[in-house]
Each structure stands twice: as structure tokens, then as C-alpha cells.
């Protein structure tokens, strides 16, 4: 039973501009591993070790082969419901904007078109010297060599890496102007993606969170609805609908 009232669905249905703020857990029913859950993915591997540019340095094969491992995952996934739904609130809603922390490229692949990517996206790659994109990448074991010499990464924002600004300052600026304002599957605590809510507070939006569990930031909303986002989402959409 959907924990909204019938003020809340008028709300939904009367907003001008949704802002959808993901995290991992939007593309869990996808059978992408989350980061911190139960099996998540930082149980196994030391982000230290991983998800940042000196360990790449430091062993460019094993993160090479780590990306690969995941690209392999995402490639064969598809958008869950909750990734679908986002792309159909695209036809009641004026304007709506998915601002995602995931590199998976399912909200793309779903149908969303109005998108901010914090994170990067692990489809594009490029060498660290010349900054040339390489997207088509077979599935490469070793990590492959730029004609330049340089050695190719994903792109991805690894710890101590600034966000790309065009994305993190479009989404700020999504986030100040949304009427509504949905934090999905995140657990909030990376910075500064997680600054986005704090954002939408101060900028006075409604803020729903949808999470199978409570999180740091579920004082901060309007409304915490517990459950799966793939179930949840379908089932606001189909209230909008009547
Ligand atoms: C930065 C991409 C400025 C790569 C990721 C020391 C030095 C430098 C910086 C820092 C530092 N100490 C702290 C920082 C800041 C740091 C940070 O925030 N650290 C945290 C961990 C404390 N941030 C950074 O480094 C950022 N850059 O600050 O630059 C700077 C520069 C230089 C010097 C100083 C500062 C860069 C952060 C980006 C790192 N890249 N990933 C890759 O993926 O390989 S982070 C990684 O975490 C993913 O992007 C992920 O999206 C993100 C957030 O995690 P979540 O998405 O929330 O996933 P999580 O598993 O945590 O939670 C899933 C949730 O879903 C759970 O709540 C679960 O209950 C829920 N769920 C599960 N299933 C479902 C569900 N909900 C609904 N339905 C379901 N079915
Ligand atoms: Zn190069």
C-alpha cells in the first residue's frame, strides 16, 4: 500500500519540474551490485584500492580488469521498471530531470533524455595524456595503450576526483529550480553528490525518498517511502495516470 495521501499524488500530478536523484539502488532490480548493502560491492573490494586515480597508478591492470568485470554487467542488464517509470513521467510531467551517481547508463537506456551524469559512465573511456575517448573498447584484458602512448581509463570520477563541472552545475541547477524532488536508492553519503538534497531543501522542493531502508538523510524529506524503487515508482505513476 503506497504511503502517500491524496494531497501528495495531487502534488506529483501538478509538479512542473521532478528531479529523480539516484544512487545504486535504482539499478539493483537490474542485478547491479549496490556499493554498501549486504553484497555490496565495497565488502569485497577496498574502494582505496579501486575507485581511485593513485591505485590505478599504482596497478592500471587490476582496475583495468575491474571496469572491465563491471562493463561486462552492465552491458548485459536492462532498466528495471523504476528506470522506465522515470522515463514515462516524461508524459505527464513538464519538465523532468534524472540526476544519477550511477555509471550504468540505464536511465539513458530506459528513455530519459533529460540527464545528469555525476559520476561519469563506464561505455566511455579515455587516455589519461592526450584525454582521447575511446568507446568502443573490445572486451581487452590488459589495459590497452593510446597511439599516444597514454594509458586508457573509464570514465569515471574515482574518489578525490572532481565531478565534471558542466554535469554537477546543471544538476545544482535542476535542483534549485524543482518543484519535486525524489532521492532514489541512495544512501546519501557521498559528497558532494549528496549535497543535491540539501540543495532541494533550501530551495523549498517536496523531497520523497524511496529506499529499502532508512538512510542519513530520511529526517530531511517530506516523505520516506520504504520499498523497492522498482515497485514503488510504477505504482505513483499509475495514481498519476487516473
Ligand atoms: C571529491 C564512481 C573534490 C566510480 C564513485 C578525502 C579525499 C578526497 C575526497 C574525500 C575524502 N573524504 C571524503 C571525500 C569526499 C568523497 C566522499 O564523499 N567519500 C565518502 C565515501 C565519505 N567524495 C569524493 O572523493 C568525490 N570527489 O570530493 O572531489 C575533492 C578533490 C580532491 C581533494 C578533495 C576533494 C568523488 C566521489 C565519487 C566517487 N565515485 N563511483 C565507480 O563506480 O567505480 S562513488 C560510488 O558511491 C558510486 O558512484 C555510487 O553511486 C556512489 C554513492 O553510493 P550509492 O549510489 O548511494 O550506493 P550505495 O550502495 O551506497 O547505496 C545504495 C542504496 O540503495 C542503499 O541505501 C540501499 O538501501 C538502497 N537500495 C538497494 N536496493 C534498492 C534500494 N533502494 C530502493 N530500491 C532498491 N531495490
Ligand atoms: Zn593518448
Redesign the pocket.
Known amino acids: 500500500m503506497l504511503d502517500l495521501s491524496k494531497t501528495d499524488i495531487e502534488r506529483i500530478k501538478c509538479a512542473k519540474h521532478i528531479v529523480f536523484f539516484s ?4 539499478s ?2 537490474s542485478g547491479i551490485a ?4 549486504k553484497d ?1 560491492i565495497w565488502n569485497k573490494f577496498k ?1 582505496e584500492e ?2 581511485n586515480f593513485n591505485a590505478f597508478m599504482k596497478n592500471p591492470n587490476m582496475v583495468w580488469e575491474w ?1 572491465q568485470y ?1 562493463r561486462n554487467i552492465v552491458r548485459h542488464a536492462f532498466p528495471n521498471a ?1 528506470h522506465l517509470a522515470i522515463a514515462e513521467f516524461q508524459n505527464y510531467v513538464p519538465k523532468v530531470t534524472a540526476i544519477t ?3 550504468d547508463n540505464l536511465h539513458k537506456r530506459a528513455g530519459s533524455h533529460n540527464i545528469f551524469e555525476l ?2 559512465n ?1 561505455e566511455r573511456n579515455y587516455c589519461i595524456r592526450c584525454k582521447t575517448f575511446y568507446n568502443d573498447i573490445e572486451e581487452k584484458v590488459e589495459i590497452p595503450q593510446c597511439k599516444c602512448g597514454g594509458l586508457i581509463r573509464p570514465d ?8 565534471p563541472e558542466d554535469q554537477f552545475q546543471g544538476a545544482e541547477i535542476a535542483t534549485s529550480e524543482c518543484d519535486l524532488f525524489f532521492v ?11 549535497s543535491l538534497i540539501y540543495t532541494a531543501k533550501y530551495n523549498g522542493a517536496f523531497i520523497i525518498e ?4 532508512k ?1 542519513e538523510i530520511s529526517s530531511l524529506t517530506n516523505k520516506s517511502l520504504l ?4 515497485k514503488i515508482l510504477p505504482e505513483i505513476l499509475k495514481k498519476i495516470k487516473e
Open positions: 544512487g545504486a539502488g535504482m539493483a532490480e549496490t556499493f554498501r548493502g555490496g574502494p579501486l575507485a571496469y563491471r523504476g551517481q550511477n555509471i559520476h561519469g563506464i569515471v570520477v574515482w574518489f578525490g576526483e572532481y565531478l532514489v536508492g541512495t544512501s546519501a553519503v557521498v559528497y558532494p553528490a549528496a524511496i529506499n529499502i531502508e538512510t520499498g523497492e524503487v522498482g
